[in-house]
Nanobody
Framework: VQLQASGGGLVQAGGALRLSCAAS?????MGWFRQAPGKEREFVAA????????AYADSVKGRFTISRNNAKNMVYLQMNSLKPEDTAVYYC?????????????????WGQGTLVTVSS
């Protein structure tokens, strides 16, 4: 399975962006991670095969929403009320687990990343 993330860009604080991730084949649970300059990659959000099964990092709860379209093999991350500390390269990942998973080691496939820059 190949993953292609898109939708990153430059936005002012308080603005919004929508990231998309296209999968070349069927996937089960999917997630978004991010890596800020000089920091380790961290979990952002995840969604199970059942779209009602979701999880979020505390830092993005209430601002970010993960969703998916199984018919199109797509997953999305709607990011609202963006803050400068959200600046990072965002990666989508796919797991063969049906339920939502959080640890990086649970993911089997990774996309190339898309850069999100939030200016103050």
């Amino acid at each position: 399975v190949q993953l292609q993330a898109s939708g990153g860009g430059l936005v002012q604080a308080g603005g919004a962006l929508r990231l998309s991730c296209a999968a070349s084949g069927r996937t089960f649970s999917m997630g978004w991670f991010r890596q800020a300059p000089g920091k380790e990659r961290e979990f952002v959000a995840a969604i199970g095969w059942n779209a009602a099964d979701t999880a979020y990092a505390d830092s993005v709860k209430g601002r970010f929403t993960i969703s998916r379209n199984n018919a199109k093999n797509m997953v999305y991350l709607q990011m609202n009320s963006l803050k400068p500390e959200d600046t990072a390269v965002y990666y989508c990942a796919a797991s063969l687990n049906v339920r939502v998973v959080i640890p990086e080691r649970a993911y089997d496939y990774w996309g190339q990343g898309t850069l999100v820059t939030v200016s103050s």
